[in-house]
């Protein structure tokens, strides 16, 4: 029996990663799921990472440490910012947002890359989105690419020539009803999920930007988010 290629999946427990991650070993890989403790205010989000790893079969999940508190800047990792919330989706705004944890995405990447080298994978998998997004730079996929081809030059086995790293973003060009609909096609359970950035009591608010366009995508298929049910 063949063996199946490795892939490491960056997974935060909520709905798009969850997609990516049975998108992943849908497409053959055997995943690696990785996730972060990075201070950020709630731990709700790796609960449901724990989760959705399992159900889904990764072959390894790994939560690593680290404390982005130190620099702050963000609503995220910053008590002292309040997180934005709105009367609805209409509010929601493609301005950068003060939830912004400053180049996350870059440091959760380097993680991945390394992780990648040390298992002699070729491919990240990420659920960075384009379009229905609260504006982070480092979810446009010029950003990704970009990243990429540095990659390819920044680690061993890519100056040796046994890595060529390809970086997958399947949900890039996606709506958040498209990525639901992908994830149900595949038998995600988002019930296990959690996207909000400001839980009361580990309950999703339903009133954040990630919320409200999470709530949106499933109103588009005439469903209902189970974590608002």
Known sequence: MATRPRAVVLLSGGLDSATVLAIAAADGFETYALSFRYGQRHSVELDAAGRVATALGASK???ADI???VFGGSALTDDSIAVPHHDDVDGVTQDIPITYVPARNTIFLSFALAWAETLGSQDIFIGVNALDYSGY???R???IEAYQAMANLATKAGVEGTQNLTIHMPLVALTKAQTIQRGLDL???YGLTHSCYDPVDGRACGT???CL???RGFAELGLTDPALA
């Open 61 to 63: 999940h790994v939560v």
């Open 67 to 69: 404390d982005l508190r």
């Open 137 to 139: 730079p480092d979810c």
């Open 141 to 143: 996929p010029e950003y």
């Open 187 to 189: 038998g995600v359970d």
């Open 208 to 210: 954040c930007d990630s």
């Open 213 to 215: 366009l999470r709530g």
